[in-house]
């Protein structure tokens, strides 16, 4: 879905002259996601960057005003819990993704922008939305933080030791442990 991404930033340069869209990783599809930019004439607001070390992904996080999440709806990314919805969330920056089930099911309506996964439009109406009220980007972070908390490692950690204890028949008395 980075493809609607760039679209959407498009879009959105119109009314956000100092929108940027900063894509980091590696894979086969770059070749057309570069081409796209060039088509498209972006080059000065798209930008690509290598992948980094895990300890350095704070770092490219918090360099950006808002997360983007464009996940085609395919039948299996419907059902992805994307991990940086989850990194958008803990680093208090406000998201826009795909109306997808899994998104759906970790946020309430207020702590993200869904929008329809095919319509670039709809992206960069959000884009533009965040842009223009810093208030509604200061609550949706909010609302997301909180939502979050149940997701943390160290609570979903616990719960994934307690089950595989009760698989192994090995139930504890006390599950908080």
Same mark, same amino acid.
């Given at each position: 879905?980075?493809?609607?991404?760039?679209?959407?930033?498009?879009?959105?340069?119109?009314?956000?002259?100092?929108?940027?869209?900063?894509?980091?990783?590696?894979?086969?599809?770059?070749?057309?996601?570069?081409?796209?930019?060039?088509?498209?004439?972006?080059?000065?607001?798209?930008?690509?960057?290598?992948?980094?070390?895990?300890d350095k992904l704070v770092d490219?996080?918090?360099?950006?005003?808002?997360?983007?999440?464009?996940?085609?709806?395919?039948?299996?990314?419907?059902?992805?819990?994307?991990?940086?919805?989850?990194?958008?969330?803990?680093?208090?920056?406000?998201?826009?993704?795909?109306?997808?089930?899994?998104?759906?099911? #970790?946020?309430?309506?207020?702590?993200?922008?869904?929008?329809?996964?095919?319509?670039?439009?709809?992206?960069?109406?959000?884009?533009?939305?965040?842009?223009?009220?810093?208030?509604?980007?200061?609550? #949706?972070?909010?609302?997301?933080?909180?939502?979050?908390?149940?997701?943390?490692?160290?609570?979903?950690?616990?719960?994934?030791?307690?089950?595989?204890?009760?698989?192994?028949?090995?139930?504890?008395?006390?599950?908080?442990?």
């Open positions: 879905g980075l493809d609607t991404a760039i679209r959407a930033i498009v879009l959105a340069h119109s009314v956000v002259p100092h929108v940027r869209l900063d894509i980091q990783g590696r894979g086969s599809h770059l070749p057309f996601l570069k081409q796209l930019v060039l088509d498209l004439e972006a080059q000065e607001y798209v930008a690509f960057r290598d992948s980094s070390a895990p490219f996080v918090v360099h950006g005003d808002a997360g983007i999440i464009p996940y085609r709806c395919d039948g299996f990314a419907e059902l992805v819990l994307p991990t940086k919805a989850y990194e958008f969330a803990w680093m208090q920056r406000p998201m826009i993704g795909s109306d997808t089930v899994a998104l759906r099911s #970790m946020f309430r309506p207020d702590a993200i922008i869904l929008c329809d996964p095919a319509s670039a439009e709809a992206f960069a109406e959000a884009i533009i939305d965040l842009y223009e009220h810093p208030e509604k980007r200061a609550y #949706m972070v909010e609302c997301a933080f909180e939502d979050y908390q149940p997701y943390r490692w160290e609570v979903m950690a616990r719960q994934y030791q307690v089950l595989l204890l009760k698989l192994c028949g090995k139930q504890r008395e006390d599950s908080s442990e």
